[in-house]
């Protein structure tokens, strides 16, 4: 799924296939950019690419939906994310 993001966005795109295939990803991922659909899109293709091994139509719908209960998004006011943002994701 990702693989579509090769030529935008070749570093980061080849860093997250690799942690994916190593087994190697995180708890958390932080993603920033001036262009915040390109942004949203590429952070919920990764949530898919990471979530399921095969494509699930189901829980791609729930991710695009906001509804996947692993995931959480948090979006900066103003260029800074809030402490009672991340209070909120680490009791959530």
């Known amino acids: 799924m990702l693989e579509k993001y090769l ?11 690799n942690e994916k295939k190593n087994n190697k990803i995180v708890q958390a991922y932080l993603f920033v950019s001036e262009d ?8 919920l293709d990764f ?3 990471i979530i399921s091994d095969e494509y699930d139509e189901k829980i791609s719908k ?22 009672e943002q991340l209070i909120e994701l680490q009791i959530s």
């Open 7 to 17: 030529e935008k966005q070749e570093i980061a795109t080849n860093l997250l296939l």
């Open 36 to 43: 915040k659909s390109f942004l949203m899109q590429y952070s």
């Open 47 to 49: 949530a898919k690419e």
């Open 62 to 83: 729930q991710i695009d939906d906001n509804n996947y209960p692993e995931l959480k998004i948090i979006e900066s006011s103003n260029g800074n994310i809030k402490k």
